[in-house]
């Protein structure tokens, strides 16, 4: 876990039917970079370099967590993923093709200087969450069967 000012930022992973959705509105290409914030157990950049063959990099904080994900990635003999132990205030995403996230409000709200910076047609895809200061292109609502909740995905496309 990271932490927002004194608060952590808790390790909650996306539903694995939330994040097949979250791939699929944002459809990376072969040669697109993915950078997932916050990527926990590496879910979406593993499903995303599987299925969609194409860059990806997650950022986590916690030690563990990298750990898990890099075992995860050899086993699955991936080729075009990787896992960066990194504070994702600090982590230039700003060349990714595509970003997904999971993070609460106030750290949405901390990053939203970097997601303004970067390059037009960016797709940003957030569960949950919407990211202040930015309007959604899109907002899909999602069932999970995993969790038996409805979720929100909110598609950002940078101008």
Same mark, same amino acid.
């Given at each position: ?20 959705? %979250?791939?699929?509105?944002?459809? *990376?290409? *072969? ?28 950022? $986590? ?5 990298? $750990? ?7 086993? %699955? ?23 997904? !996230?999971? !993070?609460? *409000? ?9 997601? &303004? ?14 990211? *202040?200061? !930015?309007?959604?292109? $899109?907002?899909?609502? &999602?069932?999970?069967? $995993? ?13």
């Amino acid at each position: 876990m990271g932490r927002v000012g004194r608060r952590l930022i808790p390790f909650v992973p996306s539903p694995k039917d939330v994040v097949e959705k %979250m791939l699929d509105i944002a459809s *990376p290409a *072969p040669d697109e970079l993915l950078v997932d914030l916050g990527s926990g157990d590496g879910r979406i950049v593993l499903s995303a370099s599987r299925k969609y063959k194409c860059w990806s990099i997650g950022i $986590e904080k916690n030690p563990r967590l990298v $750990e898990l994900t890099r075992r995860k990635i050899l086993s %699955m003999g991936l080729d075009r993923v990787t896992v960066i132990r990194g504070d994702l205030y600090n982590y230039d995403f700003t060349n990714a093709d595509v970003v997904t !996230l999971y !993070l609460l *409000p106030d750290v949405l709200k901390k990053l939203y200087p970097k997601f &303004v910076k970067m390059k037009k047609d960016t797709r940003i895809v957030s569960h949950d969450y919407g990211i *202040p200061g !930015l309007t959604p292109a $899109e907002i899909y609502e &999602v069932n999970s069967i $995993e969790t038996g909740k409805r979720h929100k995905i909110y598609l950002y496309i940078l101008r």
